[in-house]
Nanobody, 124 residues
Framework: QVQLVESGGRLVQAGGSLRLSCAAS????????MGWFRQAPGKEREFVAT????????SYADSVKGRFTISRDNVKNTVALQMNSLKPEDSAVYYC?????????????????WGQGTQVTVSS
């Protein structure tokens, strides 16, 4: 079992930056692929970024590439999402997720554990 708790979401102006953090509890955090997803009202949950258990492999959605950076600390059991040059279309509830295994995937159905989400609102 892995418990995930996100933090860091808030209201920010377009062009600003935010850093989301996800704290994980439970065993063998380093064995999990971690991902960030987001869901805006009336839309499906969509992939944002994912990072392998070692941190050596990372993948981003095209919409955030070059603006967002995912990272993890396997000692502190945390995963972060640094978001720069934010746009109003980035507004959503952001979720941290964990997937046990080695294959990095972008489908949210493949992830085993989820946090409760943190709201990010970008004003124009």
């Amino acid at each position: 079992q892995v418990q995930l708790v996100e933090s860091g979401g808030r209201l920010v102006q377009a062009g600003g930056s935010l850093r989301l953090s996800c704290a994980a509890s439970g065993r063998t955090f380093s064995s999990y692929i971690m991902g960030w997803f987001r869901q805006a009202p009336g839309k499906e949950r969509e992939f944002v970024a994912t990072i392998s258990w070692s941190g050596g492999s990372i993948s981003y959605a095209d919409s955030v590439k070059g603006r967002f950076t995912i990272s993890r600390d396997n000692v502190k059991n945390t995963v972060a999402l640094q978001m720069n040059s934010l746009k109003p279309e980035d507004s959503a509830v952001y979720y941290c997720a964990a997937r046990f295994g080695f294959k990095m995937v972008v489908d949210p159905v493949a992830y085993d554990y989820w946090g409760q989400g943190t709201q990010v609102t970008v004003s124009s």
